[in-house]
């Protein structure tokens, strides 16, 4: 390998636009963190009103960021590959599986992507989530579902002597590089000269066996080649717009924490020596009048109603574009149950089962790519069905013949192998049933 820069690389000019557009991709996924951690800023407020309360009001939110992403997130569950054998366990329990999946589709909901890198350790292939704004993927021009290269980016070094790690992926072997200068962030990386990485004993190049780019993307509800789009991109301006609500609410509450109290036809004395009223009129004496026309009185506090109400409406307009669930936001405790909740359900499930389908995908090519072997991914159930819904389907699918494993796994939401031994001890048990009973029947009758 010689000096290169990224350029003169294999796809080179799809290699440098990528790298042009992952700055602008940086500061997305890095405000989609801020939201989700709660770091809003204080949009929608003039500049006077920042500028005064700014310090007391910036950490209020009622921050509904986590909600979104984690109600969606949770229903993705992959409980299973099938079919399932050992070569496939031992692939997912050496990687983490149960752990790194939950990872992975919290970052595609929260980030719109997620990516992972298949690599061949010691021990055998292992599966390493990365972090979004450190990949670069590559698709070809002609066929936006191949990827034909991608790059690892990620800064090394103190901030006096800070360099870019560059890592190209390729079909057939990875290209180690890092940046001869120091590095700014990522300017002047598309025309920076690359070095040959070796430093830790490893060499530059190194063939790998895959037979495929072992880069893995989890794109959220976009199409072949294309950028995932974040959970939270409709969500943020209503969020900034709660957020506004709220600061309103407590200006106001603070301005009318104190009952302003009035009095007219009152006269006041003027100080000889100050030339001032005197002070007699204040909060903490007992106004008294000899004038009988005085009148004495209290301004109404102030009304919250509207502010609780835009809150309120903002809450249900967050659940419309997230397809999450009103009553996850609502403040009356109502839950709808039966027929009420799967329609309220619907659109969440909707979508749930899209990026089943689309990330099922992602998942069935590591797996392939890991082992060899072509499996289906296996979803846990997370609609809203009752206990008794599916123990009367159960009931349904046993009397219309259905092999009893296949019931098990509908009607309980178990994987393969558990239905599988669920079914055998049913067997067994319905066995031992018969011949207890048949035992009964044929044995000879007692002798008075």
């Known amino acids: 390998m010689l000096p290169a820069t990224l350029a003169e690389l294999e796809h080179g000019p799809l290699i440098k636009d990528g790298v042009d557009a992952l700055a602008s991709r940086i500061l997305t996924y890095n405000k989609l963190n801020k939201y989700y951690t709660g770091i809003h800023p204080m949009n929608y407020v003039s500049s006077a009103f920042r500028e005064r309360f700014q310090g007391a009001l910036e950490d209020l939110a009622d921050n509904l960021c986590p909600l979104v992403v984690d109600t969606i997130s949770g229903r993705l569950i992959v409980d299973g590959f099938d079919p399932a054998d050992g070569v496939t366990s031992e692939f997912l329990t050496a990687s983490r599986f149960d752990a790194k999946q939950r990872q992975i589709h919290r970052d595609a909901v929260l980030f719109g992507d997620a990516f992972a890198i298949l690599w061949e350790t010691d021990k055998g292939p292992r599966l390493f989530r990365q972090r979004p704004w450190t990949i670069i993927p590559v698709y070809d021009d002609n066929d936006s579902e191949r990827m034909v290269a991608a790059v690892k980016v990620w ?185 009420a909740l799967r329609v309220t359900e619907s659109p969440l499930q909707t979508k749930v089962e899209d990026r089943q389908v689309t990330f099922g995908n992602v998942w069935e090519d590591i797996v392939g790519t890991a082992t060899g072997q072509v499996v289906n991914s296996v979803w846990r159930d997370t609609s809203p069905v009752t206990e008794l819904e599916r123990a009367e389907l159960g009931a349904v699918l046993d009397r219309l013949g259905v092999p009893k494993a296949m019931v098990f796994q509908l009607a309980l939401s178990v994987d393969a192998a558990q239905a599988q031994e669920l079914a055998t001890a049913a067997e067994q048990a319905a066995l031992q049933r018969e011949e207890r009973a048949f035992a009964r029947l044929t044995r000879a009758p007692e002798v008075p």
Request: charged share 20%; glycine share 10%; hydrophobic share 35%.
């Open 155 to 339: 800064a090394v070094g103190d901030k006096n002597n800070r360099r870019l790690r560059v890592t190209v992926y390729y079909s057939d072997r990875v290209l180690r590089y890092i940046t001869t200068a120091k590095a700014d962030g990522l300017t002047g990386l598309a025309t920076a000269t690359l070095t040959p990485y070796d430093e830790d004993q490893e060499p530059a190049e190194q063939p790998h066996d895959f037979q495929r780019v072992p880069v893995f993307h989890w794109a959220n509800g976009a199409g072949p080649g294309e950028f995932g789009r974040s959970e939270l991109q409709p969500v943020i301006p209503l969020q900034d717009l709660l957020n506004k609500s709220l600061y309103d609410l407590v200006v106001g509450m603070e301005a009318s924490a104190y009952p302003q109290r009035f009095g007219t036809g009152i006269e006041t004395t003027i100080d000889p020596v100050t030339g001032k009223p005197d002070n007699s009129w204040t909060a903490q004496k007992l106004w008294l009048s000899g004038n009988p026309d005085a009148n004495f009185g209290q301004l109404p506090g102030g009304e919250f109603q509207g502010n609780l109400a835009v809150a309120e409406s903002t809450r249900m307009e967050v659940a419309r574009v997230s397809s999450v669930p009103a009553y996850f936001f609502g403040q009356t405790g109502e839950v709808p149950s039966g027929a």
